[in-house]
């Protein structure tokens, strides 16, 4: 009995009012059906990315025509023609199915108390009442079969006023007020033309399901609108002056929107949907500054669950400058619902060059690494093969991928399994580093600048990282300054550092010196040892005086400078695996010395006297 009682109360249950949302590319053929709705639906309305008017068609139109929101217009044919099963069937007009234009179309079937759809004739009168409804709405749209635009009115306007789709103003004399089974409409002959037949359709504000309400622009690039308290399904949205409403459904993917009139889609309107609501944009017919705006939200509340699943995979995973790696992306929908407009982002890292790639289904674009899948049904499953070659830039790196559900316009139940990742380690390349040294002046006199150049050639064919070159002047030299054309250098300790040193490129470094005070000029055989004699440039000549004879002494005067390993490369990845880099470091190539003679006679300076005694 209990179970009996049970069943009797659901079967007592009203069916809900359904919504859905979707999007599809037009392809100009006479008679086309749309499917994947998911019910028989009463009310259409499509919007395409084309300067051409949104389109509406309601189940109480006579059979082949339908309704241009924002056009003075009578009904006309060949856009929406009619409804049936999960679909609804388009002619070729552009305003549903011009050739390779994008469409983005919502849905809805009535329910007692939720939404009514129905018609009335025209009086004339000042006033007629229209009754029938069964509740009192919130939100009716009028639709007339004369020349005249479709106009709208939510409980949030003011008192007597309605407004158009276009770019009309509230205004009186159209949708008085709402009553307690249906509503008031005035004398305009947009709503009350004698004789002609108006089709209406009247929305009840559920909770949690429903919602009309106003806010004020702010002028920014983006506000949130969280007043519904639900992710809607479609948004529709209009200044309550001389702008064109905006709606979006659920369907049309990333920030796009489309305006009811002819238009193209814009990125500044309605821009997402969120949990509590919905996001708008800059443009001005949804978020000026100090604006009141009047908007209608609509949430889906028999929901479509797709849980879909990515998995990434690359081989092989360890591999050498020049070899290929094989990315396979896969896209698997474990249901319960076939999920439509799935989209897969495939980000490759720097230092990998697409080769080829092959979709299993759908398109992909390797510039930008978007897999456009559309439809998968339920319980199947796809896979995108992507070939890449590692260049030189990768030499010694760890290259992670990344794969990502990036749209799809159901819910996944399941958001842990809609990213996968994948890391290749690639091997280093040796870098084989040359040093030259140059001087300009190899004959200083005291506060006389020389500077020397010290010039790092990477010869290849890797790329040279964390290079760092020790220098040091020998005594006798006082450091004034250095100009590196690259990296840093540390007066202190005398360290060049390069971050990084491509094959092929070089580095250079300029260090200005002058004789330091008091010092005897120095003997290059105690320079800095071996690498110092053979970093050193061209002697300086000094000369004195010893015992009365006249004797020619050569002196040098010169940079030390070695090349110190940079950070050796451990093993990357798993233990045991690719062998760190090493840098041939060749040392300074020695230029040739040069034998300077004294010319006899040639007075000594007192400060050399003094300095070489």
Same mark, same amino acid.
């Given at each position: 009995?209990?179970?009996?009682?049970?069943?009797?109360?659901?079967?007592?249950?009203?069916?809900?009012?359904?919504?859905?949302? $979707?999007?599809?590319? !037009?392809? =100009?053929?006479?008679? *086309?059906?749309? %499917?994947? /709705? &998911? @019910?028989? +639906?009463?009310? #259409?309305?499509?919007?395409?990315?084309?300067?051409?008017?949104?389109?509406?068609?309601?189940?109480?139109?006579?059979?082949?025509?339908?309704?241009?929101?924002?056009?003075?217009?009578?009904?006309?044919?060949?856009?929406?023609?009619?409804?049936?099963?999960?679909?609804?069937?388009?002619?070729?007009?552009?305003?549903?199915?011009?050739?390779?234009?994008?469409?983005?179309?919502?849905?809805?079937?009535?329910?007692?108390?939720?939404?009514?759809? $129905?018609?009335?004739? !025209?009086? =004339?009168?000042?006033? *007629?009442?229209? %009754?029938? /409804? &069964? @509740?009192? +709405?919130?939100? #009716?749209?009028?639709?007339?079969?004369?020349?005249?635009?479709?106009?709208?009115?939510?409980?949030?306007?003011?008192?007597?006023?309605?407004?158009?789709?276009?770019?009309?103003?509230?205004?009186?004399?159209?949708?008085?007020?709402?009553?307690?089974?249906?509503?008031?409409?005035?004398?305009?002959?947009?709503?009350?033309?004698?004789?002609?037949?108006?089709?209406?359709?009247?929305?009840?504000?559920?909770?949690?399901?429903?919602?009309?309400?106003?806010?004020?622009?702010?002028?920014?690039?983006?506000? *949130?609108?969280?007043?519904?308290?639900?992710?809607?399904?479609?948004?529709?949205?209009?200044?309550?002056?001389?702008?064109?409403?905006?709606?979006?459904?659920?369907?049309?993917?990333?920030?796009?929107?489309?305006?009811?009139?002819?238009?193209?889609?814009?990125?500044?309107?309605?821009?997402?949907?969120?949990?509590?609501?919905?996001?708008?944009?800059?443009?001005?017919?949804?978020?000026?500054?100090?604006?009141?705006?009047?908007?209608?939200?609509?949430?889906?509340?028999?929901?479509?669950?797709?849980?879909?699943?990515?998995?990434?995979?690359?081989?092989?995973?360890?591999?050498?400058?020049?070899?290929?790696?094989?990315?396979?992306?896969?896209?698997?929908?474990?249901?319960?619902?076939?999920?439509?407009?799935?989209?897969?982002?495939?980000?490759?890292?720097?230092?990998?060059?697409?080769?080829?790639?092959?979709?299993?289904?759908?398109?992909?674009?390797?510039?930008?690494?978007?897999?456009?899948?559309?439809?998968?049904?339920?319980?199947?499953?796809?896979?995108?093969?992507?070939?890449?070659?590692?260049?030189?830039?990768?030499?010694?790196?760890?290259?992670?991928?990344?794969?990502?559900?990036?749209?799809?316009?159901?819910?996944?139940?399941?958001?842990?399994?809609?990213?996968?990742?994948?890391?290749?380690?690639?091997?280093?390349?040796?870098?084989?580093?040359?040093?030259?040294?140059?001087?300009?002046?190899?004959?200083?006199?005291?506060?006389?600048?020389?500077?020397?150049?010290?010039?790092?050639?990477?010869?290849?064919?890797?790329?040279?990282?964390?290079?760092?070159?020790?220098?040091?002047?020998?005594?006798?030299?006082?450091?004034?300054?250095?100009?590196?054309?690259?990296?840093?250098?540390?007066?202190?300790?005398?360290?060049?550092?390069?971050?990084?040193?491509?094959?092929?490129?070089?580095?250079?470094?300029?260090?200005?010196?002058?004789?330091?005070?008091?010092?005897?000029?120095?003997?290059?055989?105690?320079?800095?040892?071996?690498?110092?004699?053979?970093?050193?440039?061209?002697?300086?000549?000094?000369?004195?005086?010893?015992?009365?004879?006249?004797?020619?002494?050569?002196?040098?005067?010169?940079?030390?400078?070695?090349?110190?390993?940079?950070?050796?490369?451990?093993?990357?990845?798993?233990?045991?695996?690719?062998?760190?880099?090493?840098?041939?470091?060749?040392?300074?190539?020695?230029?040739?010395?040069?034998?300077?003679?004294?010319?006899?006679?040639?007075?000594?300076?007192?400060?050399?006297?003094?300095?070489?005694?």
């Amino acid at each position: 009995m209990l179970v009996a009682g049970l069943c009797m109360l659901c079967g007592a249950l009203p069916a809900q009012a359904e919504i859905d949302s $979707g999007r599809y590319t !037009g392809n =100009g053929a006479a008679s *086309r059906t749309i %499917t994947g /709705v &998911g @019910f028989r +639906p009463e009310i #259409v309305i499509i919007k395409g990315d084309i300067t051409e008017s949104a389109v509406i068609r309601t189940a109480t139109m006579p059979s082949g025509t339908s309704k241009q929101l924002a056009q003075d217009q009578p009904m006309i044919t060949n856009r929406i023609i009619g409804f049936a099963d999960d679909s609804f069937q388009i002619g070729n007009d552009a305003d549903v199915n011009a050739s390779g234009v994008e469409y983005a179309w919502v849905a809805f079937s009535s329910s007692p108390g939720d939404l009514k759809l $129905g018609s009335y004739t !025209g009086t =004339g009168n000042i006033l *007629r009442n229209v %009754t029938g /409804v &069964g @509740f009192q +709405p919130e939100l #009716v749209f009028v639709l007339g079969s004369n020349s005249k635009r479709p106009v709208w009115r939510s409980s949030a306007m003011p008192s007597l006023q309605a407004m158009d789709f276009d770019d009309f103003a509230l205004r009186t004399g159209l949708i008085n007020s709402f009553l307690s089974d249906g509503f008031q409409v005035s004398w305009n002959d947009e709503v009350n033309q004698s004789g002609v037949v108006y089709h209406y359709i009247a929305w009840n504000a559920t909770p949690g399901a429903i919602d009309v309400g106003q806010y004020t622009g702010n002028g920014l690039s983006e506000q *949130r609108i969280s007043s519904p308290g639900f992710k809607p399904e479609w948004v529709l949205v209009k200044y309550g002056g001389d702008l064109p409403a905006v709606q979006k459904p659920q369907g049309l993917d990333g920030h796009r929107s489309g305006f009811a009139t002819p238009e193209i889609f814009t990125e500044q309107g309605v821009r997402d949907m969120e949990a509590d609501g919905f996001k708008v944009g800059s443009d001005q017919s949804v978020n000026a500054t100090g604006r009141t705006y009047y908007y209608a939200a609509f949430e889906d509340r028999n929901v479509h669950n797709s849980d879909l699943a990515v998995t990434l995979a690359a081989e092989p995973t360890t591999l050498a400058v020049g070899q290929v790696v094989v990315y396979t992306v896969g896209l698997g929908n474990a249901g319960p619902d076939d999920a439509t407009g799935v989209v897969v982002s495939l980000h490759l890292p720097a230092g990998l060059t697409v080769t080829s790639a092959s979709p299993g289904a759908g398109s992909y674009d390797s510039a930008v690494g978007i897999w456009t899948l559309g439809n998968v049904n339920k319980n199947t499953a796809s896979q995108l093969t992507v070939t890449a070659r590692v260049e030189a830039a990768a030499s010694g790196q760890v290259l992670n991928a990344t794969a990502s559900t990036s749209a799809a316009n159901e819910t996944d139940p399941d958001g842990t399994n809609n990213s996968a990742a994948a890391a290749v380690a690639v091997a280093w390349l040796d870098a084989d580093l040359a040093l030259a040294l140059t001087v300009d002046n190899d004959r200083p006199d005291e506060g006389e600048l020389c500077e020397l150049t010290l010039v790092v050639q990477n010869e290849g064919p890797g790329i040279a990282t964390n290079v760092r070159i020790q220098t040091s002047l020998p005594a006798g030299l006082q450091f004034v300054q250095a100009s590196p054309d690259g990296g840093t250098y540390l007066p202190a300790s005398g360290e060049w550092e390069l971050a990084s040193l491509a094959a092929g490129a070089d580095a250079t470094l300029v260090v200005s010196a002058r004789p330091a005070d008091g010092h005897r000029r120095p003997d290059p055989e105690r320079c800095g040892g071996d690498l110092a004699r053979r970093a050193a440039g061209p002697g300086c000549l000094g000369q004195h005086r010893r015992r009365g004879r006249r004797r020619r002494e050569q002196r040098s005067v010169g940079l030390a400078g070695r090349v110190r390993r940079g950070s050796r490369r451990g093993p990357i990845g798993d233990p045991g695996h690719l062998a760190g880099q090493r840098r041939a470091g060749r040392q300074l190539r020695r230029r040739p010395r040069r034998r300077l003679a004294v010319r006899p006679g040639l007075p000594v300076p007192r400060y050399r006297r003094r300095h070489l005694r």
